[in-house]
């Protein structure tokens, strides 16, 4: 959103790497309880989420940084390959070392305040974002009512959105990419065991 100039002083990017594993093969599976698919989210903000899918793969997503991930070379993400093949084995140390099959990395808008952007910015244009890494729920939630909002028309979903406290003002540059870079630190560290 800060690229598109939307609302720029009150959102900033975070680059976000994950990795899948290969499908596990059935001695693999069978090593690690034969669960069914499975989710697990964080309870720090820099913790991992990990996710067994319905075709047996592991998904991890266990690094967020300031970084442009557009100038993220090959071996910057063989680095968080690494590190996310590690964070596979620490909770599965019985699998092989060859387990990742594909890495990449994204951006997700966050806010200060960990608020989402939800109104209307110019005439006929609407802007829903800012959804600080809490998924696809959220981020279909909010599509779905600007485009409501869009078309003038009103639900109690929009109700809650708009009650809810707007992103609160960034500091520029380069305060912010300081500040930044040291909350990402601490939380890190809050997070190390998940990570």
Not at 109 to 118: A, D, G, P, T, Y
Request: glycine share 6%.
């Amino acid at each position: 959103m800060k690229s598109l100039g939307i609302k720029s002083n009150y959102n900033f990017p975070i680059t976000l790497t994950a990795s899948m594993s290969r499908s596990l093969t059935d001695e693999e599976f069978e090593s690690i309880g034969k669960p069914k698919e499975w989710g697990v989210l964080p309870v720090k903000p820099m913790g991992a989420t990990i996710r067994m899918t319905k075709d047996r793969r592991i998904l991890i997503r266990n690094t967020a940084e300031v970084h442009n991930p557009y100038m993220m070379s090959q071996s910057d993400l063989k680095k968080r390959s690494i590190k996310q093949k590690i964070g596979i084995k620490k909770r599965f140390p019985q699998l092989p070392n060859d387990i990742i099959q594909s890495t990449w990395s994204g951006i997700v808008s966050r806010s200060r305040n960990s608020s989402q952007i939800f109104e209307k910015i110019d005439k006929n244009i609407f802007a829903a974002g800012c959804y600080n890494g809490s998924g696809i729920g959220v981020g279909t939630l909010f599509g779905e009512q600007i485009a409501i909002k869009a078309s003038n028309e009103y639900t109690k979903e929009i109700e809650t959105i708009e009650a809810r406290n707007k992103p609160t003002w960034l500091p520029p540059q380069p305060f912010l990419n300081l500040g930044v870079k040291a909350r990402l630190l601490y939380e890190r560290l809050r997070a190390k065991s998940d990570i």
